[in-house]
């Protein structure tokens, strides 16, 4: 069964790396898998929340401080070890890497935990903008695929994780009282008071 995943996620990982590769994801996906490239956009959303909630943004900022620390931690230091999971880019033959192949683990995708627990946090915290959030997450880690350093499968062993980090961070919060204030969570704003 083990091997049957294996030879799935490696035809969706030529799929994708391969058979979908242009010149727009050529040029695109490098772009937007390196993280340098979101310093900006991350701070100035920073400073529209704290513009915005003023004290009120304190916990969310916290909370997804600790959901990328968490997330992080354990993809890379934790999980990636123990499973031992050679990249795409070393064993894929004819693999489009367009970006360097670290000899980390590729089990799971790092970058998907992060982006994708970051999201999840976010989209309870402050609903109103939970479908940039989804779509920036899932382009980042679609684009550890395009650039040829993970299986879709990593990608998916990375949303697991950043959910499960994003989870325990928010029932940390609930435990601590900080829980919605209503049950509507189209209303930004309303998991923290």
């Known amino acids: 069964m083990l091997e049957f995943l294996a030879q799935v996620d490696t035809a969706l990982f030529r799929f994708i790396n391969i058979t979908l590769a242009n ?12 993280g340098g490239h979101w310093v900006l956009a991350a701070l100035l959303a920073v400073a529209m929340l704290v513009h915005s909630r003023r004290w009120a943004s304190l ?15 354990a993809a890379a230091h934790l999980i990636k070890p123990l499973v031992g999971r050679v ?3 070393h064993v894929v033959e004819g693999v489009r890497l367009l970006v360097g192949c ?5 089990f799971p995708s790092a970058h998907a935990a992060n982006w994708f627990g970051c999201a999840l946090f976010l989209s309870w915290s402050v609903p109103r903008w939970r479908w940039v ?3 920036l997450a899932g382009l ?3 684009s550890r695929v395009f650039v040829g350093v993970h299986y879709p499968f990593d990608v998916l062993g990375g949303w697991a994780v950043g959910a499960l980090a994003a989870g325990l961070v928010l029932l940390g919060f609930r435990r601590l009282g900080r829980g919605p204030v209503s049950s509507d969570s ?5 998991f923290f008071r």
């Open 23 to 34: 010149p727009v994801t050529d040029r695109l996906m490098p772009f937007v898998t390196d």
């Open 59 to 73: 916990p969310i900022l916290l909370g997804v401080a600790v959901v990328f620390a968490a997330s992080d931690q």
């Open 87 to 89: 990249r795409p880019c």
């Open 102 to 106: 670290s000899q980390a683990g590729s």
């Open 133 to 135: 959030y989804f779509a």
């Open 140 to 142: 980042v880690s679609l």
């Open 186 to 190: 189209s209303e930004p704003g309303r």
